[in-house]
Structure formats: C-alpha cells, structure tokens
C-alpha cells in the first residue's frame, strides 16, 4: 500500500495510485502560523490591515463589511496613503506552535503545508469592496496594478519569515476567482492583471523549498486553466462541478490536477443526509476516475460547515477506492 504522499504524486503524474487521495489528507496545514486576525462567530472585528470583518451568529463564515463607514479604500488612486502593511516581524512565542507543528509532521507521509489567505485579487476586494475593485480594472488599471505589486511583496516578506522556521514543502493559497457559473474576469483581463504578479509570487515560494502549490478558488474557473498551469499551479482545489471537470482532466490533466468535483453547497447544510453525500460522492469518483483527480468538497480546508460533514464524505470516498481500485 503507498504512502499517502506517494499516493498523491502517483495520481497528479499519471502514474498507478491504489486508491483515491481522500480530499485534504496529503496535506498537514499549519495553521498555528502567525498572519491575521479573523473574527469568531458572533464578533466584529478590525484586523491589522485596517479592515473591519464581521460575523454574524447566524451565518457559516466572515466577510469584510463595505458599508459607507467601515470600506478601508474608498479611491484607489490614494491606495498609497490608506494602505499599509502590517508587520511580517512576529516574535519567537508566536511561532513556537507552528514550529513545533511542522516538526512532529512525518514528511515521509505528508506535506507541511503553509496556509495564506486572503488571495492578491481577495485583498483587493477585501480593501475596497467588490463593486469599487471590479470598477478598478477598467478606470484605474494602472493604480491596481501599482496595488497589486504591493500586496506580492508583502506576501514575499512573510514568506521569507515563514520559510526558515517551518521548512515547509507544499503552499494552500486562497483566492477565489469566480461565481459558480463565470469567472470574475476574462482570460484576457486576467492575464494582463495576475499571470505577472503571481507567477512572481508562485516562484519565489518554489525557489525556496515549496514542491507543491495547491490553489483554492471555490468557483468556476475553467477559462482560466491555462494560466493556472502557466502561473505554477500544481491542484486546483474547490473546483465545482459547474466547470465540467472530467472535460477538464481530458484536456489539462497531464499538467495540472483537479481536487473537488463534490459541491459543499449540495451536501454541506444543516440536515445533511449521508446518503446525499454518498451519490454526489460516487457521482463525481465514477465520472472522474482517479488520473489528475482528487474527490474533495470544494471548501477551503479540510473541515465542514456543519459537523459531521467532512468526515462522511471522507468515508463515502473510503468507500469508493474500495469499490473501484483493484485489490491484490
């Protein structure tokens, strides 16, 4: 029986897995690192960029508030004089768990795996909200390329902090680039914005020890497959079963994998039933096969709005590899 790791790479390189990769296994993220702060159920609060995030009780997760009062940039063109980095510099007490993390994980067996969120284009909205950052691509170019330039060099400056201490192989990098049926911009308008930039960012965590970028957009994305494999990209996690992915196997997966095809949104709800998880489990394990695939809910890590979500699903693809996977 292979390693989870060897199993991994057996799947994304064409070769022979014995058995599907069981959504986040792979990946041991530590998520003890120092990077933002983000509110708790039922807070609000302003993180050190500046921006205020809120979470209401009665919802699954936080977002930036836009209103009038609380959007941070409210002209792009004085991006320089309202936006302002936090410090990278944390002291050694605020690395210790994450050091001590990365340390016990057996690399033999799985990735160490750094988590950084939000994305180049997230931020962006996250600063000015999503009507003003859209708006921006056609009436400043020039400053949200400026803005840009900006968020990757900051990311970079905590990259050079990050790396030393944990030694890490694989990067979990967020940033969602569509809705669930389109994309948020063109291939064009993406190329002129982002393949520089993250191909900056992407190389230089290669350059220095990342063997393995996962990039989480829970979205459609399609179109913009090309840039992905183009940028460095290695699995594209959260893809939802609107970009016909087994269509996306047959044309791209000899270059870049696929990790979702299980939408949380179908089967991530409060009454979740197991035998609702167990169809859209078969459904996407026997429509995509095991090459370039990875069975996975689109969420960006590997837990579940609701409890018990995450771990059936895990059960229900354990099953799968049983039902499809040859035994000696």
């Given at each position: 029986?292979?390693?989870?790791?060897?199993?991994?790479l057996?799947?994304?390189?064409?070769?022979?897995?014995?058995?599907?990769?069981?959504?986040?296994?792979?990946?041991?993220i530590?998520?003890?690192?120092?990077?933002?702060?983000?509110?708790?159920?039922?807070?609000?609060?302003?993180?050190?960029?500046?921006?205020?995030?809120?979470?209401?009780?009665?919802?699954?997760?936080h977002?930036?508030?836009?209103?009038?009062?609380h959007?941070?940039?409210?002209?792009?063109?004085?991006?320089?004089?309202?936006?302002?980095?936090?410090?990278?510099?944390?002291?050694?007490e605020?690395?210790?768990?994450?050091?001590?993390?990365?340390?016990?994980v057996?690399?033999?067996?799985?990735?160490?795996?750094?988590?950084f969120?939000?994305?180049?284009?997230?931020?962006?909205?996250?600063?000015?909200?999503?009507?003003?950052?859209?708006?921006?691509?056609?009436?400043?170019?020039?400053?949200?390329?400026?803005?840009?330039?900006?968020?990757?060099?900051?990311?970079?400056?905590?990259?050079?902090?990050?790396?030393?201490?944990?030694?890490?192989?694989?990067?979990?990098?967020?940033?969602?680039?569509?809705g669930?049926?389109?994309?948020?911009?063109?291939?064009?308008?993406?190329?002129e914005?982002?393949?520089?930039?993250?191909?900056?960012?992407y190389?230089?965590?290669?350059?220095?020890?990342?063997?393995?970028?996962?990039?989480?957009?829970?979205?459609?994305?399609?179109?913009?497959?090309p840039?992905?494999?183009?940028?460095?990209?290695?699995?594209?996690?959260?893809?939802?079963?609107?970009?016909?992915?087994?269509?996306?196997?047959?044309?791209?997966?000899?270059?870049?994998?696929?990790?979702?095809?299980?939408?949380?949104?179908?089967?991530d709800?409060?009454?979740?039933?197991?035998e609702?998880?167990?169809?859209?489990?078969?459904?996407?394990?026997?429509?995509?096969?095991?090459?370039?695939?990875?069975?996975?809910?689109?969420?960006?890590?590997?837990?579940?709005?609701?409890?018990?979500?995450?771990?059936?699903?895990?059960?229900?693809?354990?099953?799968?590899?049983g039902?499809?996977?040859?035994?000696?």
């Amino acid at each position: 029986m292979l390693t989870i790791r060897d199993n991994l790479l057996e799947t994304i390189r064409g070769g022979k897995p014995d058995r599907f990769v069981n959504q986040y296994e792979y990946l041991d993220i530590i998520l003890e690192a120092p990077l933002k702060t983000s509110p708790k159920r039922g807070e609000t609060i302003t993180n050190e960029w500046g921006i205020t995030f809120s979470w209401p009780q009665d919802q699954i997760g936080h977002f930036p508030v836009h209103d009038e009062e609380h959007r941070l940039l409210k002209d792009i063109t004085k991006w320089r004089e309202i936006v302002k980095a936090p410090s990278v510099q944390y002291p050694d007490e605020r690395w210790a768990a994450a050091v001590n993390h990365a340390a016990a994980v057996d690399r033999r067996d799985k990735y160490v795996t750094v988590f950084f969120a939000p994305g180049i284009f997230e931020m962006c909205h996250h600063l000015m909200g999503m009507e003003d950052a859209m708006m921006s691509f056609y009436e400043e170019p020039e400053c949200l390329h400026e803005l840009i330039d900006y968020l990757v060099d900051y990311e970079i400056r905590y990259a050079k902090e990050i790396i030393p201490r944990l030694k890490p192989n694989a990067l979990f990098h967020h940033d969602d680039w569509g809705g669930q049926i389109a994309s948020f911009f063109s291939p064009e308008m993406f190329a002129e914005f982002f393949v520089a930039p993250y191909k900056k960012l992407y190389g230089f965590w290669k350059d220095n020890g990342i063997e393995l970028i996962v990039h989480h957009s829970d979205s459609y994305a399609a179109n913009l497959v090309p840039h992905m494999i183009d940028i460095g990209i290695d699995i594209w996690q959260g893809v939802m079963t609107t970009n016909n992915t087994p269509e996306l196997i047959k044309q791209y997966g000899d270059r870049i994998a696929f990790m979702g095809d299980i939408d949380s949104g179908a089967v991530d709800t409060m009454d979740w039933k197991a035998e609702v998880i167990a169809e859209h489990v078969e459904k996407a394990c026997t429509r995509c096969g095991s090459r370039a695939f990875i069975p996975c809910l689109t969420q960006g890590l590997g837990i579940s709005s609701f409890p018990g979500v995450y771990d059936e699903t895990s059960r229900a693809i354990e099953r799968m590899s049983g039902r499809m996977f040859p035994r000696p």
